[in-house]
């Protein structure tokens, strides 16, 4: 690779060139601006960033932290970034297992295996998004009422107004999303840090064990107890509750991006040369042990990139919860706020800014991570 | 090189017994799916075919237990061309296929640099029988609807956005900061937006930015920031064909005395366009099936009229149909196009080069 001397010097019309692009991105963005506040001018339209103190006077469905009308827009937005995390996290989660799953059954010598993996991958992939959402909120909708719900066992129960599930009791909900928000975050980066880089293993997985059972011991402090759903007169009490229009956007972005998900994981294995399996067979590795420590790590340097990048989609995707409801970011800061305030520029100009921030962050994380790994890749 | 020839296998029962014998855990498994599926698929021909109702007037012509396929037949025409004028439906088909024919160029195997020019005027022209162009009855955008008008955002917007993208992809890699920063600025965070959000901008935002007495419709403005999103996607799946193309070819290149641009035109651009096919092609599916989304800012394509019906009185209850049809259509265009990109994948790999 050519590495840029630290001062680079250009001839005169290179010099020239750039002066002219910068001055004609600062001249489009000035007149946008200036068209922008002139038409707000003659609109007698507000702008600014006032209207986040005041109260947002609308309810929200669904909330993590305590929130009422009376609270402000800055509120709001907080409500919204934090339904729009969780149901990223929680899709994100779901979709790795499946697309794993999917991913290393479309490798498998089952022809059967192959063939349901291969059916599923290519209806999740070649499907628009915002149409399976649909057809997931239509199915789910038609469910049986309260009164005959389906149910298996006596714990989890799914009715046409969604579906509840046994639950923990905590202390504080808030502060269990942030926990496991955090732990998610922290917890595969350890685990991506433990398989792949090199060094002491026994020193490596005493941290990993340690991260994990500090982590359960938090969790742990935070439980009051079990709560399983029973019907009443009209519909069930107790557990956790998972609206119709929750379930729905959490079911196709599960879909959707496991079907992605399966093919990178896919690539990933194949990326593996087969002598590094065969070789550790041959050392007398179980196949787990091949597995663990030779094959994986080596695949998940491919895959982490492409990964993330699902995982983001997964994040930017979210916001579909538009079409069905769910009142994530997007619906409640950039849909209901926007229509109390009017100001469209500053509600929508924040929510991609908190998109881009998220984006620009993992982005960055990762690939980080990746031109580490890539130093030590054999060639 | 052609592949080895793959041993002569031994008959399908006997390989079947072998591997039950060897691996009974995963026979077991497989049996479980085969039962599933048996168990499934009767069930699913039975709703979507054998039980199904094809044509009525109203929900009331529908048969209990089975899908009711009438919602879409009884709309055909809105759900190909939304509510454009009835007696002018040809200008429909005859838009479509100037765009077809506009696209055709870029998909041979060898395309050449001309094709990028008389693309965009096909999309130009396919907009002007749709809209009148002023010799032609006028039809607004407005009218405009349907499955065509996914067709047109999918096909429109890539057409445009792929010399934008080109244009980004080259600058990104600029080894002048001003130009590198401006594009990596605008590609990240292109990338990192929601494209729903975009499209509420364009409806509601937009307009604002545009001077007293100029007014864009609303097709348009979304047109604009279509293009700007693919364009920013476009412009990472070139980069990785400007990735792929090796350094030796650009010192040759200049070693025979090719100056700056003649080597970006003539060496480095086929090469690198070459290698980004496949990714451009996956590019465009993933944006033909963003355009359902279009309807959110109240913009009738195909999912726009279906929900439009599911939400008249006389067809209430049929979301299902309604929305299975719309994943069946797209499913067919992008199944077809993924199997062909990825033929594209194996043919186009320059030789002697692993990908």
């Not at chain 1, 489009?28 to 006077?57: K, Q």
């Not at chain 1, 293993?201 to 340690?210: A, D, N």
């Not at chain 2, 990240?188 to 959000?197: A, D, K, Q, T, Y």
Request: glycine share 8%; charged share 15%; proline share 5%.
């Amino acid at each position: 690779m050519r590495r840029p001397s630290k001062r680079a010097s250009f001839t005169k019309g290179e010099l020239i060139i750039q002066a002219v692009m910068l001055a004609a991105a600062v001249l489009v963005i000035w007149a946008l601006a200036a068209t922008a506040l002139a038409n707000l001018r003659a609109r007698g339209m507000a702008s600014g960033f006032e209207f986040l103190e005041r109260p947002a006077g609308f309810q929200i469905a669904q909330s993590w932290i305590a929130y009422d009308p009376v609270d402000s827009h800055a509120r709001v937005f907080l409500v919204g970034a934090l339904n729009t995390l969780s149901v990223a996290a929680a899709g994100i989660v779901l979709a790795t297992v499946i697309g794993v799953v999917a991913g290393v059954a479309r490798r498998a010598r089952s022809l059967v295996a192959r063939g349901a993996a291969s059916v599923y991958v290519e209806v999740a992939r070649n499907t628009p998004l915002p149409i399976q959402l649909l057809v997931w909120y239509a199915l789910i909708t038609a469910a049986p009422p309260p009164r005959a719900a389906l149910a298996l066992g006596d714990a989890i129960f799914l009715t046409n107004r969604g579906l509840h599930l046994p639950s923990l009791t905590t202390a504080a909900p808030a502060w269990v999303l942030f926990f496991i928000l955090g732990a998610l975050g922290v917890g595969s980066a350890l685990v991506l840090w433990a398989l792949t880089a090199r060094g002491a293993t026994r020193h490596r997985r005493f941290v990993l064990k340690g991260a994990v059972v500090l982590g359960l011991a938090i969790l742990g402090l935070a439980i009051r107890g079990v709560s399983l759903p029973h019907r009443t007169g009209f519909g069930f009490e107790g557990g956790l509750e998972v609206s119709p229009p929750l379930l729905s956007l959490l079911a196709a972005l599960t879909f959707y991006t496991g079907g992605y998900i399966a093919e990178i994981v896919r690539g990933g294995l194949a990326s593996v040369d087969r002598g590094q399996g065969e070789a550790a067979a041959a050392l007398g590795l179980s196949p787990l042990q091949t597995v663990r420590l030779v094959t994986l790590p080596q695949a998940l340097r491919v895959m982490a990139p492409p990964m993330v990048s699902q995982y983001l989609n997964l994040l930017k995707n979210s916001s579909l919860a538009v079409v069905v409801g769910y009142p994530d970011l997007v619906a409640v800061f950039g849909g209901t706020s926007l229509n109390q305030t009017g100001q469209a520029i500053e509600t929508l100009g924040l929510v991609l800014v908190f998109f881009v921030a998220v984006s620009l962050t993992l982005s960055w994380a990762v690939n980080s991570w990746s031109r580490r790994q890539q130093r030590w890749s054999v060639r | 090189m052609s592949p080895p020839r793959p041993r002569p296998r031994q008959p399908l029962a006997q390989r079947m017994i072998d591997a039950l014998r060897r691996r009974p855990l995963d026979a077991a498994a497989a049996l479980a799916v085969l039962i599933m599926a048996a168990w499934i698929a009767p069930g699913l021909m039975r709703w979507a075919i054998i039980d199904a109702t094809w044509t009525g007037e109203t929900k009331a012509a529908c048969t209990e237990g089975g899908a009711c396929w009438a919602i879409v037949t009884s709309r055909w025409r809105q759900v190909l061309a939304g509510f454009y004028p009835k007696d002018h439906l040809w200008r429909v088909a005859a838009a479509a296929l100037v765009l077809l024919a506009g696209v055709a160029p870029l998909l041979r195997r060898r395309t050449s640099g001309l094709a990028l020019a008389t693309a965009p005027a096909a999309v130009l022209l396919a907009y002007g029988v749709m809209e009148g162009a002023g010799v032609l009855p006028r039809a607004p955008t407005d009218y405009w609807g349907g499955f065509f008008l996914n067709l047109f955002i999918g096909l429109g917007a890539s057409i445009f956005a792929l010399p934008l993208g080109i244009a980004l992809a080259l600058g990104r890699t600029s080894r002048l900061p001003v130009v590198k920063g401006l594009c990596v600025a605008f590609i990240e965070v292109i990338r990192g937006s929601p494209l729903i959000v975009l499209l509420f901008a364009a409806a509601v935002v937009a307009p604002l930015f545009t001077p007293a007495g100029m007014t864009l419709d609303k097709l348009t403005r979304a047109m604009i920031v279509i293009i700007l999103f693919e364009a920013a996607y476009m412009a990472e799946a070139v980069r990785g064909g400007l990735a792929g193309v090796p350094a030796g070819q650009v010192e040759a290149a200049r070693a025979l005395g090719l100056d700056r641009w003649r080597t970006l035109v003539f060496v480095v651009l086929p090469q690198a366009l070459r290698i980004a096919t496949p990714a451009l092609v996956n590019s465009f599916i993933g944006l033909f099936k963003d355009t359902t989304l279009i309807y959110v800012i109240g913009v009738l394509d195909i999912t726009g009229v279906l929900r439009n019906a599911v939400t008249d009185f006389a067809w209430q209850g049929l979301e299902t149909e309604a929305y299975v049809f719309v994943a069946a259509v797209f499913w067919v265009f992008c199944f077809g196009l993924s199997r062909w990109s990825a033929s594209l994948e194996r043919r186009l790999s320059i030789p002697g080069k692993s990908a």
